[in-house]
């Protein structure tokens, strides 16, 4: 199993915070943002390699996080050609990317760059081992107001998805999707096809449709998560991660 950490966006949300600096190295308890996510990964046996999903823009500071810190894992840069926001391949595309310039297919975990967990991937790779099939790591906002702003997931009773909408203005669930995700072969195999009918590089779209082509389960994480897409979660995380 391969991870694949997405870092590649432009934090435009973000403002000044993010102007000169990627998000996903932005200090956060005093190490980069990347840094507590390279560390929910490493402890998994199952992967081998890292592999950061970044754009040319800020590749000469990824280049200088990853001298300065030594890992047990294998971890290389992806370097998409985006300079500016425009240009961006968006997250399905990153995934196609990685895998035509890696030539890499194996069951892929993807986690997005601008995650905080105060928990393990565990339960989530256990989730995955025991359905043999695509997963995706969710986090029960407790609101439907708040649910509003996130990706929702309902699950059956087998914990499969058979609903995913993005920011819907009537969520029928609290579920948010993480942004965490493993996917099967199969799965990957779909990616191409999902891009040359639909053209949408949004994960949650591409999670929508591939629910209906193929069993997708939902893992709920316990614990604290911040989604850092804004200055205010930012904020957040930083007083509240534990």
Known sequence: MNALVLAGGFA????????????????????????????????LEEVKNIYLSINARFESQFTDFLQHRPSPKFI???????????EKLGSVGGIKYFMESEQALDPLLVIAGD??????????????????????????????ELAKTYGVVTLDDRKRIVAFEEKPPEPTSTLA????????????????????????????????WLAKQEAVYGFVFGGKWFDIGSPQEYTRAERELD
Do not use: C, W
Request: no cysteine.
């Open 76 to 86: 290389k840069l992806v370097v998409e050609p985006s300079l500016e926001e425009g």
């Open 115 to 144: 995650n905080a967990l105060d928990t393990g991937l565990f339960g989530l790779l256990l989730l995955y081992k025991r359905v043999k099939s695509p997963v995706v790591g969710l986090y029960d906002v407790k609101s439907l």
């Open 12 to 43: 435009q949300r973000m403002g000044d915070l993010a102007r000169d600096v990627p998000k996903a190295l932005l200090p956060l308890k005093g190490k980069p943002i990347l840094e507590h996510v390279l560390r929910k990964i490493e402890p």
């Open 177 to 208: 999707s993480t942004g965490i995700y493993i996917f099967t072969v199969p799965a990957l195999e779909r990616v191409e096809d999902y891009l040359d009918k639909n053209g949408g590089d949004r994960m949650g779209d591409f999670i929508r």
